[in-house]
């Protein structure tokens, strides 16, 4: 049962345009989300995150959004620079459930192309 | 900034082996997560650590067990290895101490096992 999901497996962005990454989740009591970045052989590195009681959180080129009544977030990147290409994980998890791990969803491949 | 590290990088071991892979989570970070993520695959949640004590497991075989040390460094111990261990294994750490969304793990460049 896969709770986070992404469905775009991949995708190719021109350089200087915006990327959107988007993200389901299908568990109501997931409250806080986060966005992770993956480059081959490294782990996955913190990008941003989103608080449940908020539907927009920004840093730099990076903005997510959440709509709650949809469970969908997206994260947005602008301008893309060729040094996004990576993998990009959604993760979720719940605040009020102690050390909550995060469930991760498949990812996203994004690849900026110059 | 220190960050987590893992032990080995790279591991390659004959089915039925035992692996162990080690975890030093960044210092003062009290909450040690261990995923497991095949090819091609999301990171699947193993099992996790707060202050010496299991506090969650998840998809964890019963062939693997693991524990947090008096220092807070994990190691993730794997027995009767099979093909299908083959993956990338990750930990993470956290501090629950500190106040805020804990739920902001840091993860190491990960193990790669591969079970020949």
């Known amino acids: 049962d896969q709770q986070v999901k992404q469905n775009s497996p991949s995708l190719s962005v021109q350089e200087g345009r915006i990327s959107i990454l988007n993200c389901d989740y299908t568990n109501s009591m997931f409250d806080y989300f986060l966005w992770y970045k993956k480059y081959p052989a490294e782990g996955p590195t913190f990008l941003i995150s989103?608080?449940?009681?908020?539907d927009k959180n920004e840093d730099g080129r990076f903005t997510v959004f959440l709509n709650k009544s949809a469970k969908h977030l997206s994260l947005h990147i602008v301008p893309s620079q060729p040094g996004d290409s990576a993998v990009y994980f959604c993760?979720?998890?719940?605040?009020?459930?102690?050390?909550?791990?995060?469930?991760f969803g498949t990812g996203t491949r994004l690849t900026i192309i110059p | 900034a220190a960050g987590v590290i893992q032990s080995p990088r790279h591991l390659i071991k004959e089915k039925r082996e035992t692996a162990t892979l080690k975890c030093y989570p960044i210092?003062?970070?009290?909450?040690v997560y261990w995923y497991q993520q095949g090819p091609g695959q999301d990171p699947q949640f193993l099992i996790s650590f707060y202050e010496k004590m299991q506090s969650d497991k998840g998809s964890i075989p019963d062939r693997f067990s693991a524990q947090q040390f008096s220092d807070y460094h994990s190691e993730l111990n794997m027995s009767s290895l099979e093909l299908g261990d083959s993956a990338l294994y990750f930990c993470?750490?956290?501090?629950?101490?500190?106040?805020?969304?804990?739920?902001?793990?840091?993860f190491g460049s990960g193990t790669q096992l591969s079970v020949l």
């Open positions: 993470a750490s956290s501090s629950a101490s500190r106040g805020g969304p804990f739920q902001k793990l840091f």
């Open positions: 993760a979720a998890s719940r605040t009020n459930f102690g050390n909550e791990k995060l469930t």
């Open positions: 210092p003062r970070h009290d909450t």
């Open positions: 989103i608080s449940s009681i908020k």
